[in-house]
Every structure is written in C-alpha cells, then in structure tokens.
C-alpha cells in the first residue's frame, strides 16, 4: 500500500507538472509518465491483492497462446 500511494504521488507530480510545461512536447512526455506511474500504481494494487487480477485491462492478453 506504501508504495502504492508513493507511485500515486509521483503520478499527481507529472499532471502538475504537464500543466506548467511551456511546450506540448513536454506537457504529453509528462502525461505519459504520468499514466506510467498510475499503471504502476495499479499493478502494485494487483500485487498486494488490493484488487482481483479478473477483469484488468490486460488480463486476457496475458494468458494468450497465439
């Protein structure tokens, strides 16, 4: 759960600075950090059994055979 909510903070930082950025290059390398660290986040909540691995985003994918 620490490191969940430390992931979760790193995540809110990249928004701020997405905001301040003085170019869009910069502003969508923040935001895609930003979903970085929430993914992050996220399978952190998985690993620690916060939530169940049924219905992620990319359960299925996971145990393809193709």
Avoid: F, K
């Avoid at 059994?49 to 145990?63: D, K, Q, T, Y």
Wanted: proline share 6%; net charge negative; aromatic share 8%.
């Amino acid at each position: 759960m620490y490191r969940t909510r430390e992931y979760l903070e790193c995540a809110e930082n990249c928004a701020q600075l997405a905001e301040q950025a003085r170019t869009a290059p910069a502003a969508r390398r923040y935001q895609r950090m930003e979903a970085a660290w929430r993914a992050l986040a996220e399978e952190q909540q998985w690993l620690d059994g916060e939530i169940p691995p049924v219905g992620r985003p990319n359960s299925s994918a996971l145990h393809s055979h193709s």
